[in-house]
């Protein structure tokens, strides 16, 4: 066994004994792993108590090569997230993005990226200031991030343009108006935009307005500038991207239930 430094976030503890935990951790060294934390539970203990959910640590363990447990040594508490700040909303959103980290990536597959986007998430629910799109913002980057990201621009079935979405880009009232209106097919299953051809005897497909599509398509951009998303794009989107995680996992996420309590 050898022994390896990280900078982690808890995901999840369990009880593993009287005095003892297994723990969750989202390292940005080496992606998800699973340890045993001997003696957790004690009041002295050699943890510093950096084991409190969401919380930033940096970790000292020894690396098992089977699928055992890993043994966590030692941990140092560099942050809380402060969450409760901005009510039970803050802390719903901040369950539920660690749950869909946990459920959508794999044990020891280092995503660095996708580290740095949960601790910054997690510090913008600290806010209640735009909750709900900062979390519409993770989630969508989380699925590019993950490989799950839905094609926008083209069919996904024969490639073809879907030229709906790239009008919207244009600055003609005109053509706003037009795309406002008009829908696009999702297919939920194949992870894209479907053209009118390809739709036939195609099974879970919801349409969207381009409209909506082109907001995820900003969502998705690789920068710091804020997105706000209208009222009535947000409702379609959520719904939206709750089919498709749904359709991802097989299963609805564990705090999905809690997302009708985010503030705006």
């Not at 950096?50 to 966590?72: G, M, N, P, Q, Y």
């Amino acid at each position: 066994m050898s022994a390896e430094q990280a900078t982690a976030l808890v995901l999840r503890t369990y009880d593993f004994s009287e005095s003892s935990l297994v723990v969750t951790l989202f390292t940005r060294e080496f992606g998800k792993i699973r340890a045993l934390a001997k003696g957790a539970k004690r009041p002295k203990n050699p943890f510093d108590f950096a084991l409190d959910l969401l919380a930033l640590c940096r970790i000292v363990f020894l690396h098992k090569s089977t699928e055992a447990l890993h043994l966590l040594t030692e941990a140092k508490l560099l942050r809380r997230f402060r969450v409760e700040r901005s009510g039970l909303e803050g802390w719903y959103a901040a369950l539920y993005a660690s749950d869909l980290v946990n459920a959508m990536t794999h044990d020891e597959d280092a995503q660095p990226m996708l580290f740095d986007l949960l601790e910054d998430s997690l510090n913008r629910f600290q806010t209640r200031t735009r909750l709900k799109d900062h979390l519409l913002r993770f989630e969508w980057r989380l699925l590019s991030l993950t490989g799950h990201g839905p094609s926008l621009d083209a069919c996904v079935s024969c490639g073809e343009e879907i030229k709906n979405i790239a009008a919207t880009t244009q600055n003609s009232d005109d053509t706003q108006r037009k795309t406002s209106r008009s829908e696009v097919f999702f297919a939920l299953t194949e992870g894209g935009v479907l053209c009118p051809r390809c739709r036939a005897g195609k099974r879970a497909v919801v349409s969207v307005h381009a409209e909506a599509l082109a907001t995820l398509r900003l969502l998705g951009e690789d920068s710091d500038k804020e997105v706000h998303i209208p009222p009535s794009i947000y409702g379609e989107l959520r719904g939206l991207l709750n089919q498709y995680l749904c359709h991802l996992l097989g299963q609805r996420p564990r705090m999905h239930d809690y997302l009708g309590y985010l503030a705006g």
